[in-house]
């Protein structure tokens, strides 16, 4: 019984990443680079925001669905199940951002959902 099967990324099954998609996600990730450096509010909200539409972009590439929300549920298999639940905490942080007025997450909330859609992004072959 492998015990840490929660932390090995799962074999690709045939799905793939459009090149051109991951060249584009390279682009805006250096745009969220720069956000995070700046490390004010606003800019840390923005970059959270751009990397997640990065992972939706991906996911359009190999699994069905109308919105991020449905494209997650549908890349489940695409994870291991700890990134795969930091990926769904990091969309929430961003739903919340979006939806929610007044809503003012820590610094290191935001920064740490960039970081798991950045995870989520490696694991699918874009490395940014």
């Known amino acids: ?3 840490f099967k929660w932390l090995t990324p799962k074999p690709s ?3 793939s990443v459009k090149r051109e998609t991951i060249d584009n996600i390279k682009l805006e ?3 969220i680079d720069l956000l995070l450096k700046q490390k ?3 800019q840390l909200r923005q970059a959270l925001i751009y990397a997640d539409k990065c992972l939706d972009n991906a996911l359009r590439d190999i699994v069905p669905g ?3 929300g449905d494209r997650l549920k549908n890349s489940a298999n695409k994870f ?3 990134t795969y639940d930091k990926i769904w905490k990091a969309h929430k942080v961003r739903n919340n951002l979006v939806h929610e007025a007044g809503y003012e997450p820590p610094h290191f909330v935001v920064t740490e959902a960039v970081e798991n859609l950045k995870t989520g992004l490696k694991d699918l072959g874009a490395d940014v």
């Open 40 to 42: 004010s509010p606003s």
């Open 29 to 31: 990730w250096e745009k």
């Open 1 to 3: 019984m492998n015990l």
């Open 66 to 68: 109308e919105t991020m």
């Open 80 to 82: 291991n199940e700890l």
């Open 13 to 15: 099954k045939g799905y």
